[in-house]
């Protein structure tokens, strides 16, 4: 069974920081083009970075770049997702999911067929 699971969200003050996991099983997590998304009450689903399948190209919503960072351990078969000067509007649900297709990955929630995980709350809030 294909499936991804998200852990490592929670309450953080602003300024901090969270390091969010995406774990594979059922599939080989460095085949596949894996893309981190967020999403507020009320806000439609935006993408939050990516990481490309081969050749580890990565890409970053502009309201986090610098701040976040998303990384590969294959050994683990699992996406991290280094949250760091956190603010309050940060504050959503965060998803992660996967997509076999040979191009490179996007920031496009349609592009993502293969599986999406369940969701983790990160809260940012003083």
């Known amino acids: 069974q294909v499936q991804l699971v998200e852990s490592g969200g929670g309450l953080v003050q602003p300024g901090g920081s969270l390091m969010l996991s995406c774990a594979a099983s059922g599939f080989t997590l460095e085949h596949y083009n894996i893309g981190w998304f967020r999403q507020a009450p009320g806000k439609e689903r935006e993408g939050v970075s990516c990481?490309?399948?081969?050749?580890?190209?990565?890409y970053y919503a502009g309201s986090v770049k610098g701040r976040f960072t998303i990384s590969r351990d294959n050994a683990k078969n699992t996406v991290y997702l280094q949250m760091s000067s956190l603010k309050p509007e940060d504050t959503a649900v965060y998803y992660c999911a996967a997509e076999w297709d040979p191009s490179w990955c996007r920031l496009t929630s349609h592009f993502y067929n293969d599986a999406w995980g369940q969701g983790t709350q990160v809260t940012v809030s003083s």
């Open positions: 990481i490309s399948r081969s050749t580890d190209v990565t």
